[in-house]
């Protein structure tokens, strides 16, 4: 069948759903789960639905067969479901399911029993060319075409899973179409900064860690020394300049200065994060969230801190939600800050351990799990750190776990980390998942010393193998 028709198959079953039955939905609480789940409820209201949704990190074995046990008859899982597609038709044959996914599957052929929506079953690239609130959307424009209105999320969540590369592609841009048809969001061309809308031109200069200045990103002194080589203020009569607030003479100089820092850097990065391209505007909206990157960075936060749901409220218009996501942002910014501190603080301890080819932060409590795979990325992009180096984070959780984050300089993986990382956590009888360039997992805390031990020999050894390469 085909792509359009299967989706006219599933709207049509999900119509007939009684207005009076809850409508069990499970969502993933990156952005683009809570994307999905905001485009969902909008239309399950339009319909007049009942239902109850639930934001979840990572979807499990048993949590899929607890799902057996509640009294719901219909379950939507958004933005994840394809990986426990087997234990979904196995704990769950008494139940109508509706799994609406991208993420990639062997998967070739429809299921049966199950609506199992995901585009990469008709050989689109989940991964780059469809976001999970863009196949959300997809269902919901189906199910009513004054949901139109909610094509722009298909685009946040996009953005929420690095999707944008300077446009979109595939179904993406179809979505995006439908979202600057609906009125609801501009591209404008223009320069990429981050915070561009509403900081002040120094700490957006120092903030800017996508599109990096060498010898500038990271440092306020260096930020402001910029500033004044170009002539430029960086306050004026009390106010903090804005990027907005510079004659066309300073910016095309301030331009110019970047560019010729940014000429140190690889082809490839200033490809793929050029100082100039589009922004997505998204109309009518307060400055923090102007810029639907913006935007997804907020809802970001709020997922990671737990408060999906009041990111989701945001998504939907709510004033209230809007107030507490600026300030989860703050709390979430914090949370960072306060880890690198700490990290910068544990060199050549015990705690960060630096060795050839590899880095173990090992941060027990001092970094909340939440936020353990952010820090552990952002290191990817250090340029103090030799390419290629491997980088493993380590993090108590609650419940006497502990949570790896696992990842490497740059990037570029020459073997799937995901595989090295399970080759090494079966020892331990613990969980895995992720892909090529990050992986994640989990095992208990009373095999951290020994775990720790078998890293360091095997990421030690793979180092020495690259080096004889
Ligand atoms: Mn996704």
Known sequence: MELNSYI???VERFKNIDNKEVIRVISHLDTDGICSAAILTKAMIRERKKFSITFINYLSEEFV???????????????????????????LKEKEIYVLDHHSTRIRTEEEGVFHLN????????????????????????????????????????IGDSQENNGFLGLNNEVLDDAIKSKKINIEKGIRFFGAENKPLYKVLKNSVDIYIPGVTGSDDKALELLE?????AKKKGRWTRLEDLEEDQLKALIESIVLKRQSLSQNELKKNDIFGNKYILLGANP??????????????????????????LLLGDKKCFLRATFTLKEYKKE??????????????????????????????????KILGTITSMFTRNREIEYGTYLMGLSRTFNDKIKI??????????VSLQRLLESIVEKFDGECGGHHNAAGGLIHVKHEEKFIETVKMELGKKAMEEVIE
């Open 8 to 10: 006219k198959q599933g």
């Open 405 to 414: 984050s696992f990842r490497i300089v740059g990037n570029r993986s020459k």
């Open 229 to 233: 080589s170009l002539n430029i203020e």
């Open 336 to 369: 960072i800050l306060k880890a690198i501190k700490w990290i910068e603080s544990k060199k050549r301890t015990k705690k960060v351990i630096q060795e050839k080819g590899y880095m173990i932060i090992n941060a027990g409590e001092e970094i909340t799990p």
């Open 119 to 158: 585009p990469s079953i008709y050989g689109t690239d989940g991964s780059k060319e469809v976001s999970g609130a863009s196949v959300v959307y997809l269902f919901a424009k189906e199910l009513n075409n004054k949901n139109l209105d909610l094509a722009y999320l298909g685009i946040v969540g996009a």
């Open 65 to 91: 067969r607890a799902l057996g046990n509640e009294q719901h008859k219909h379950i939507i899982f958004l933005d994840l479901g394809t990986s426990q597609i087997k234990n979904i038709k196995k704990y």
């Open 288 to 313: 923090e969230i102007r810029d639907l990157r913006e935007l997804s960075t907020m809802i970001n936060a709020c997922g990671r801190l737990d408060k999906a749901s009041v990111g989701m409220g």
